[in-house]
Nanobody
Framework: QVRLVESGGGLVQPGGSLRLSCAASGISFLSINTMGWYRQAPGKERELVAE?????????ADSVKGRFTISREVATNAVTLYLQMNSLKTEDTAVYYCNLKPVGYNEIWGQGTLVSVSS
């Protein structure tokens, strides 16, 4: 069974940095199409923040380009996805969700981790 466990959220001041992690276990990276980070702010719809294909290409929301970096680390039957967030703004405040799209199966979501940017 595939499991996603997120960590790294918290409270940070504007201009600060955080790194989110998403540990995916029970699946080989060869069985994954993409992994990504989405976020949902209060009263808003969930939106894509950044996405990474296992072949290496990336896609970022315009609002985070140049500030956020998505990356991955591969191990035997496990993959860890990271989101390095720099120059954080108050509008980055949201619950951040890890997403995994396996080959031939329905997508999987993590439980979410809260990022609060406030002075």
């Amino acid at each position: 069974q595939v499991r996603l466990v997120e960590s790294g959220g918290g409270l940070v001041q504007p201009g600060g940095s955080l790194r989110l992690s998403c540990a995916a276990s029970g699946i080989s990276f060869l069985s994954i199409n993409t992994m990504g980070w989405y976020r949902q702010a209060p009263g808003k719809e969930r939106e894509l923040v950044a996405e990474l294909r296992m072949i290496g290409s990336t896609n970022y929301a315009d609002s985070v380009k140049g500030r956020f970096t998505i990356s991955r680390e591969v191990a035997t039957n496990a993959v860890t996805l990271y989101l390095q967030m720099n120059s954080l703004k108050t509008e980055d405040t949201a619950v951040y969700y890890c997403n995994l799209k396996p080959v031939g199966y329905n997508e999987i979501w993590g439980q979410g981790t809260l990022v609060s940017v406030s002075s």
